[in-house]
């Protein structure tokens, strides 16, 4: 046991938090998979728990492996994926399907396993890595719109009209983190803004054409004006089901909760062990329950900065909050659609809801954040033997020696 702590580098809070919402997240996926166990299976969810278990499993072995690789490797990697991306949102968005007149296909097929993949996931890990270090080569230079059109904006632009048709929310995020990150690599605000406005601008022109041609592309703006419009709306309508669902659970978990397993709405939530999982959690475990999830990505936010503060290059600075904050945001949003602070998104728990695309991805941030952490180690127990044999006296060695 003890070799393979050993070979566990980088931030150990990292390592451990990831770890107990990995181990925390069989719970409720067991709990909350009972209805989905009633409606499309023998009534057991040991087989939604297995599944859960193999993703995990595959999530945590890519963590592994991609921690062991030097971060200054992803650069080259950014570039090189950066078109593979692109071919996979391309190939999503042409085998589209239609459900209920709304374009809803998220995923592919892998070929001979009979797994879905949500493309977009990868790609948002592709494109933070691939702003990190665009920013990161820039920092010396005094940044100009002009010249970061072609290299920067458009593969940011082309990546997020990919995802937009099927998937608003996930491009937003993207979208926030790609500013944020921008903001915090030095690129100028007034260029931000403009970025900005060609967004929203972007955006209508979108909305507008999807509503004038409905057949002319697939998408689901219909979807999102429904719950934008179900979220700004103070009357319950069918629109409103899930979140009043999510909303009853919260309610009543008081304070330590009906207890784990106790559930009644997971009966009654369509998505239970994935968007709505941590309305479960608070359902069954109250107060204690949400405050003690919700406190475990924060230690995980706050991990994330000490890591970035402590990195050596400005690209690992960037690397580290361009793929750690995604994770924290996409988290604080899943809270806040159960308790209605913002529309339903369909944006999962990092590590807790069940789904492996989002897992696997998670894993994949959390690897390249202790990559760079595990080369801050490195460097520094390299400085620490060298002061240590510049401190030792020559005559003790000399004396030693004879």
């Not at 995020?173 to 690599?185: A, K, Q, T």
């Not at 998408?219 to 979140?243: C, G, H, K, L, P």
Request: charged residues 15%; glycine residues 8%.
């Amino acid at each position: 046991m003890s070799s393979i702590f050993s070979n566990l580098k980088g931030d150990k809070v990292i390592w451990a938090t990831a770890g107990l919402l990995a181990i925390f997240s069989f719970l409720p996926v067991y709990s909350a998979s009972s209805n989905l166990a009633y409606l499309y299976g023998d009534g057991s969810t040991f087989q939604y728990v297995v599944v859960h278990f193999f993703h995990l499993l595959l999530g945590f072995c890519l963590l592994f492996a991609v921690h062991k690789i030097p971060y200054h490797y992803f650069r080259g990697l950014s570039i090189l994926f950066l078109p593979v991306v692109v071919v996979l949102l391309v190939y999503t968005v042409a085998q589209g399907t239609m459900i209920d007149g709304a374009y809803a296909s998220r995923w592919i097929q892998i070929p001979g396993l009979g797994v879905s993949f949500q493309s977009s996931t990868l790609a948002s890990v592709v494109l933070m890595i691939y702003v990190a270090r665009y920013l990161s080569k820039k920092t010396n230079d005094n940044l100009t719109f002009k010249e970061s059109i072609l290299p920067l904006w458009v593969p940011v632009g082309l990546v997020l009209l990919l995802i937009l048709p099927a998937n608003f929310s996930t491009t937003a995020i993207i979208f926030s983190m790609v500013l944020v990150l921008m903001f915090l690599g030095g690129y100028p605000v007034k260029y931000l803004g403009i970025i900005v406005a060609a967004g929203l601008l972007l955006l209508t022109m979108f909305i507008l054409t999807a509503k004038a041609f409905p057949g002319l592309l697939p998408n689901r703006v219909d979807t999102w004006a429904s719950r934008i419009e179900s979220f700004s709306d103070d009357e319950d309508t069918e629109a409103d089901y899930q979140i009043e669902k999510a909303k009853i659970a919260i309610a009543s978990g008081g304070i330590a909760g009906t207890g784990i397993g106790k559930s009644v709405q997971r009966n009654f939530l369509p998505q239970s062990s994935s968007d709505f999982i941590y309305a479960i959690i608070v359902e069954e475990m109250g107060l204690i329950g949400a405050f003690g999830v919700m406190g475990a990505y924060l230690l995980l936010l706050f991990r994330i900065v000490i890591v970035a503060t402590k990195a050596n290059t400005v690209f690992g600075k960037l690397l580290v909050i361009g793929v750690g904050l995604p994770i924290i945001f996409q988290a604080l949003i899943n809270m806040g659609v159960a308790v209605e602070l913002f529309p339903v998104t369909g944006q999962t728990l990092p590590l807790i809801s069940s789904g492996g695309t989002s897992i696997w991805m998670t894993c994949m941030a959390l690897g390249i954040i202790l990559s760079v952490s595990a080369k801050r180690e490195e460097m520094k127990e390299r400085d620490e033997a060298e002061k240590e044999l510049d401190d030792e006296n020559p005559l003790d060695i000399l004396s030693e020696a004879i």
